[in-house]
C-alpha cells in the first residue's frame, strides 16, 4: 500500500467508525416528538426545582439533539460557504479561445479542452473546480506572466487535483470534522489531508517535468486565492510544500494535549452513553376496599380480588391510591 494512501483511509475509518456511534446513539437514546428541546428541557428543569432530581433518560436524549443540532447547523454553514464560493467562481467571463501555450500543454499530456478553461480575471490564479466533473481554471493573466515550463507545473498540479477529485474530498473532510466539532481529532485528520493532497500534487509535477526548478519558480509568485475549501495552486500551507520541494522531510502536523484528551473524552462518552441502559422505574399499587377498577375494558368490579382474572399493565384506578415507588435499572 502506498504511504500516501495511509492518510484517507486513517481518516475514513476514524471518521466512519464515530459517524455509526453518533448514528446509534442519535437513533436509540432520543426520543424524537414535536416538541423536541423544549419538553425535555421543561422536564429537567422542573426536576431540578424538585430536590434536584431529573430523568437521566430525558437529560440524555435532550443533550443527544442538542449536540446534534449544532453539529447540522455547522455542517449546514460550510455547505453554503462551498457553495458560495463556488457560484462566485463561476461568474468569471471565459475566454473564448485558449491561449496558445495553454494549448500546446493540453496537447502534450493528451487531456481534453473541455477539462481546462480560461477566464477573463487580472489576478494569478489557478484552481480546480466541480465535484463530480472538476474542470481546471486558469487565469488570463497567468498565461501571460508565467513561462511555458511554469504554466505546465501549474497545469499539472491542478491536473492531480482533477483526477483524483480533491474537491469533493475537502468538502466531505469539512463536512465531516463539522458535524463532529467536538473530537478535535477529526479536525486534525482533516487539515493533515488537505496537506498531504498538494504535497502529493507537487510530487506528482516533479515526478512529470523531472524538476524542481518551474514549480518553485511558480510557487515564487505566491499566488493566494480566496476560498479555503476550493484547492488551487499556492493554496496553504505553502510552507510545508517549500519544505518538501527544498529536501526537507515533512512530518505530521502534532496533534495538541488538549485536543487529543477532548477527543479521548468526547469519544469515550458517546461510548459510554451507548452502553448505558434506559431507567425502568416499577411502581407497588395498593387499593382501597370497594375501590372500582377497570382492566383493559374487560370488566369491572367493585372490589378488586383474585375472582377477576386482571392484568397489571392495563389496571387503570378509579379512586386515590396509594404509590411507593422504587427505582430499579
Same mark, same amino acid.
Given at each position: 500500500m502506498k504511504s500516501r494512501q495511509i492518510l484517507p483511509i486513517v481518516f475514513i475509518a476514524t471518521s466512519g467508525l464515530v459517524f455509526i456511534l453518533g448514528t446509534y446513539l442519535l437513533v436509540t437514546k432520543t426520543t424524537l416528538h414535536p416538541q423536541l428541546f423544549i419538553t425535555a428541557c421543561g422536564e429537567i428543569l422542573k426536576n431540578i426545582r424538585e430536590h434536584v432530581h431529573f430523568n437521566t433518560d430525558g437529560f440524555l436524549s435532550s443533550l443527544i439533539l442538542f449536540v446534534t443540532a449544532i453539529s447540522v447547523g455547522l455542517a449546514l454553514f460550510q455547505l453554503i460557504k462551498f457553495i458560495v464560493s463556488h457560484w462566485r467562481l463561476h461568474q468569471f467571463q471565459p475566454e473564448g479561445v485558449l491561449p496558445d501555450n495553454l494549448r500546446a500543454i493540453i496537447s502534450k499530456h493528451d487531456l481534453s479542452n473541455?477539462?481546462?478553461?480560461?477566464? $477573463? %480575471?487580472?489576478?494569478?490564479?489557478?484552481?480546480? @473546480?466541480?465535484?463530480?466533473?472538476?474542470?481546471?481554471?486558469?487565469?488570463?493573466?497567468?498565461?501571460?506572466? =508565467?513561462?511555458? %515550463?511554469?504554466? !505546465?507545473?501549474?497545469?499539472? *498540479?491542478? /491536473?492531480? *487535483?482533477?483526477? %483524483? *477529485?480533491?474537491?469533493?474530498?475537502?468538502?466531505?473532510? $469539512? =463536512?465531516?470534522?463539522?458535524?463532529?466539532?467536538?473530537?478535535?481529532?477529526?479536525?486534525?485528520?482533516? $487539515?493533515?489531508?488537505?496537506? !498531504?493532497?498538494? /504535497?502529493?500534487?507537487?510530487?506528482?509535477?516533479? !515526478?512529470?517535468?523531472?524538476?524542481?526548478?518551474?514549480?518553485?519558480?511558480?510557487?515564487?509568485?505566491?499566488?493566494?486565492?480566496?476560498?479555503?475549501?476550493?484547492? *488551487?495552486?499556492?493554496?496553504?500551507? @505553502? !510552507?510545508?510544500?517549500?519544505?518538501?520541494?527544498?529536501?526537507?522531510?515533512?512530518?505530521?502536523?502534532?496533534?495538541?494535549?488538549?485536543?487529543?484528551?477532548?477527543?479521548? =473524552?468526547? @469519544?469515550?462518552?458517546?461510548?459510554?452513553?451507548?452502553?448505558?441502559?434506559?431507567?425502568?422505574v416499577s411502581a407497588g399499587l395498593t387499593l382501597e376496599s370497594n375501590a372500582i377498577c377497570r382492566v383493559g375494558e374487560k370488566c369491572q368490579t367493585t372490589d378488586c380480588t383474585s375472582h377477576q382474572s386482571i392484568e397489571p399493565h392495563n389496571f387503570t384506578p378509579h379512586v386515590p391510591v396509594s404509590f411507593s415507588f422504587s427505582s430499579s435499572h
Open positions: 473541455e477539462f481546462v478553461s480560461v477566464v $477573463r %480575471n487580472t489576478k494569478l490564479t489557478a484552481y480546480t @473546480i466541480g465535484l463530480l466533473r472538476p474542470k481546471i481554471i486558469v487565469s488570463k493573466a497567468l498565461t501571460v506572466k =508565467l513561462s511555458q %515550463n511554469q504554466l !505546465e507545473a501549474v497545469v499539472l *498540479h491542478e /491536473l492531480y *487535483h482533477l483526477r %483524483n *477529485h480533491h474537491v469533493l474530498w475537502l468538502l466531505l473532510s $469539512r =463536512l465531516i470534522s463539522s458535524l463532529f466539532f467536538f473530537i478535535p481529532l477529526i479536525e486534525y485528520f482533516a $487539515r493533515q489531508l488537505k496537506t !498531504e493532497f498538494e /504535497l502529493a500534487a507537487d510530487a506528482f509535477v516533479v !515526478e512529470k517535468q523531472k524538476t524542481k526548478d518551474h514549480l518553485c519558480g511558480s510557487l515564487a509568485l505566491n499566488i493566494q486565492y480566496a476560498g479555503s475549501v476550493i484547492p *488551487h495552486f499556492a493554496t496553504s500551507p @505553502i !510552507e510545508k510544500r517549500v519544505e518538501s520541494l527544498i529536501g526537507n522531510k515533512i512530518t505530521l502536523e502534532k496533534i495538541g494535549t488538549r485536543q487529543l484528551s477532548v477527543s479521548l =473524552l468526547s @469519544i469515550g462518552l458517546m461510548m459510554g452513553a451507548a452502553v448505558i441502559q434506559p431507567g425502568q
